[in-house]
């Protein structure tokens, strides 16, 4: 799922809510089937295991390094697990965004591009089925921004997770929506299966004013949602 708006639409607060973040005022919200409304606190970390994050910029702990950042999902409360394996699977995962040479480093003295891969190897360290990026490529320049893409695809691909990306650049979703990793040779392909499991969704104002294909979105005469691909509509008298 691709989900646009403008800032202030409502895009981080609907993911913040989908995983008990930020308390819903009114409605139900529910996760995995699972009503998680009222839960404890306790009881949603047991869920948000389940879920990988990436917040804006990266949303890295300052003061860890990065092996303690990508570590810190698996020491959770009642999920401790042997050194050894904390160890192999922050490797693992920093490996996959090709960052392990960078363990004993401070996000401060990484790059935009390099903290944000720092976040996906968090997000990914536990391999949970549902992803979550908020706005993975805001700020970066085209060339980082298609990286950090081109690796979102390469998780959603091998582990078939559930995708859930948040974005402001219409170059994201056209990416997420075409092309498929190709493991023979380490680039995307492009394809047309993806046309039919690709959701692209827009809000405004907090409420869903459009959901859909992305030559759906395209083809929408409502100026606001025709706006994020790019495609100037003026309304008619």
Not at 131 to 155: C, E, F, H, K, N
């Amino acid at each position: 799922m691709v989900l646009f708006g403008a800032s202030g639409s409502g895009k981080s607060v609907l993911l913040k809510t989908g995983i008990g973040l930020i308390q819903a005022d009114e409605g139900h919200v529910r996760l995995f089937g699972r009503d998680i409304t009222a839960l404890s606190e306790e009881k949603l970390l047991s869920m948000r295991r389940c879920v990988g994050m990436l917040f804006q910029e990266g949303g890295l702990f300052d003061s860890l390094t990065v092996e303690e950042n990508v570590a810190y999902p698996l020491e959770y409360p009642q999920r401790k697990l042997p050194e050894p394996e904390v160890r192999a699977r922050v490797k693992q995962a920093l490996d996959f965004v090709g960052l392990s040479e960078a363990l004993d480093r401070l996000p401060s003295d990484l790059s935009g591009g390099m903290r944000r891969r720092i976040g996906i190897a968090r997000a990914e360290v536990t391999k949970p089925p549902l992803m979550l990026y908020d706005s993975p490529t805001a700020g970066l320049d085209p060339v980082t921004a298609y990286r950090i893409v081109a690796l979102v695809i390469q998780q959603r691909d091998t582990r078939s997770a559930t995708t859930i990306v948040v974005t402001h650049r219409y170059q994201d979703g056209r990416l997420l929506a075409n092309y498929t990793y190709d493991p023979t040779n380490g680039k995307l392909k492009r394809t047309s299966d993806l046309s039919q499991r690709v959701k692209f969704i827009v809000l405004r104002d907090g409420r869903v004013t459009f959901e859909g294909s992305e030559a759906g979105m395209r083809a929408s005469a409502d100026p606001y949602v025709a706006s994020f691909a790019g495609i100037k509509k003026t309304v008619s008298p």
